[in-house]
């Protein structure tokens, strides 16, 4: 399963609104903050050029918001060094997912920013 229209339209206005706002915009040829959907999963996404003048970017994951249509909540995870997903025990699953934003967007533990 997935989003429906509404759903989807709210996670852009929140998540695309945060990645939209995160870079100056005389910086995105340096750097973006992009956001996927996949299923009930929305992955925030730093992208950067391989090199100066590379017509390739490199992705690096930063965070993730899984959705539970079951209990409406969300859960935020950071990506481990080792590439794998790990609960953000900072955040309790909530049904506020402009509060989980607020939380990447301070990165108080440093796992998402450095």
Known sequence: MSFNDIERQRIKTLVGGFCKERIPDHQRCQIKV???V???DVEIIE???FSIGSQLWAEN???KFQYD??????QLYSMRATGK???YPEKEPTNNL???IKEIEK???RVFWG
């Open 85 to 87: 997903w790990e609960t």
């Open 34 to 36: 992009l956001y996927e």
């Open 38 to 40: 996949h299923g009930y």
């Open 107 to 109: 990165d108080p533990s």
């Open 47 to 49: 992208s950067r050029p």
């Open 98 to 100: 402009r509060s989980l």
């Open 61 to 63: 994951p930063i965070a």
């Open 69 to 74: 249509p079951d209990t409406l909540g969300w």
